[in-house]
């Protein structure tokens, strides 16, 4: 194990990027040009491509003719470490603790995505070059939904052009078990207004006379859901596809702790879709989730009062072939549908993005299978994952090139909470991973 490998890790880990957050935008870039230092010191060309908001960092080595083109993609952008007073340890000051190393972005996405640059850097240390043409382009933006590498992508298609592209950005099954993932939830984001009177009226002189806002989005959100557990949105399920035999056969044999659901989230009892385990509601169903719910008094001690408005932060998770503007929509015609009088409502689309869905037998697919067979030594699980990576379907749709995802996030690493951790063991195992990757697509030509 090279200790260097670490402190560059340490390095990345304490730049705060928090993409969404304008008061770490100087952050943002710091971290974008010391990762360019670092694309240069392990042997490749880099450059920062602006945009609009926070910028693009690309390393490339020369190109040959007639090798196969990787693109490798990650984020350098983290999500915000809120609520702070819940990490054991400052989540910009890297912390070692047995075989992990605790800091925000850790997992999410610095320390899977850096594995694959310093597994670069090996290669062209012992072996002078890469067996592939490399483009390994990190953006500052995933956790916001990439909204301006998509038009980056499009102005830049033809540089851009590759064969095949490799992310780790996503779970692995358990330690250990080299986890192939061939597809991908999408999402579609919404938030619904309510609004009542006015102003915020005394509940005793108006109360019994005029609807409350607060009581009309609970009706609203319960609406949602049937007792099932299904979503209750008139042709929410029209285009979801049915999960194949093989796939229900291969993660029935997953062999996982039966309680690791409960045990990772702290919740009680199992809730949703009836008729799907808990792997299939999660892979390969869509859902509809309430993020956040605000109106009315929040403040110490009760104020009687009827609220003006109320607000409701919702997600949807969707699966292929379900598109998230129609089913944004749909929802949003459900809501008119169901708001109760007395209130009207306003509803603003937010980010969304598209499922991910590949042929796991590809030549490709199977390329990254034995990779991965190669450095943990057993047969690799084949699972779809819940979280959403909106920019792989577009690369499909700009670039028509397959991602295959490669995850070193270990169940228990808490990305986007607090305490958020990455396996050391997987940060060593992801630059192995990544020369064991390359050496297998070279191989294909
Ligand atoms: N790396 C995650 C997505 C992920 C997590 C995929 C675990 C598979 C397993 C990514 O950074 C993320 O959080 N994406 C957001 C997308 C959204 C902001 C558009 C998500 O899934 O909520
Ligand atoms: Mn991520």
Known sequence: MNKKHLDDLITYLKFPSVSTDSR????????AE?????????????????TSGHPIVIGR?????????VMIYGHYDVQPADPIDLWNSPPFEPLIEGDKIFARGSTDNKGQNLAHLLGLGEAINEDGELPVNIIFLVEGEEEIGSPNLEPFLKENKDELECDVIAVSDTGMIGPGIGTFTYGLRGVACMEVKVIGPSRDLHSGVFGGSVAN???????LISSLH????????????????DIEDWEKQAWSNIQVDPNETLLLTGSTELFGESGFTDFE???????AEVNGIGGGYQGEGSKTVIPSESFVKLSFRLVPDQDPDEILNLVKAHL?????????????FGHSGKSYLMDPKSDYGLAAQKALKETFNCDPALIREGGSIPIVQ???????????????????????????NYSIDNFYDGIRLNRNLIKQIGGLN
């Open 61 to 69: 080595n020369i190109h040959k003719e007639g090798l196969p083109t």
């Open 336 to 348: 008119d549908k169901v708001t109760p009088d007395g209130v009207r409502i306003e509803c603003e």
């Open 394 to 420: 577009t690369f499909k749709d700009v670039l028509n090139v397959d991602t295959l995802l490669l995850g070193l996030a270990l169940p228990d690493c808490q990305i986007h909470s607090p305490n958020e």
């Open 34 to 50: 010391w990762l360019k230092t670092k694309i240069i010191d392990v042997g490749l060309k880099a450059s920062i491509h602006e």
């Open 226 to 241: 049937k007792l099932d557990g299904s979503v209750n949105v008139e042709g929410f399920y029209d285009k979801v596809k």
């Open 24 to 31: 770490y935008k100087a952050d943002v870039r710091e971290c």
């Open 281 to 287: 509601r999660r892979w390969s169903r869509p859902t």
């Open 213 to 219: 806002p607060c009581s009309a989005i609970s009706k």
